[in-house]
């Protein structure tokens, strides 16, 4: 039974997009490992920008200095 953890950050993701990750992952899963697909689990938590860094510094202050 894979279980597979997708982490993003919370920047406007709609179901439709997650959905096809969901959608994708199991298929890789299937296609690469011969998994069943009925017992594979995929998960996306969504994290805001302040909880999440990059070198050091949060990705809401990388945003603000990117624009």
Do not use: C, F, H
Request: negative net charge.
């Amino acid at each position: 039974m894979p279980y597979v953890n997708i982490k993003i950050t919370n920047e406007g993701a709609t179901d439709q997009q997650k959905k096809q990750l969901m959608e994708g992952v199991t298929q890789l899963l299937v296609d690469v490992l011969n998994k069943n697909p009925s017992t594979t689990i995929v998960v996306i938590d969504e994290v805001e920008t302040d909880n999440w860094g990059i070198g050091g510094v949060p990705v809401t202050e990388l945003r603000k200095k990117s624009k």
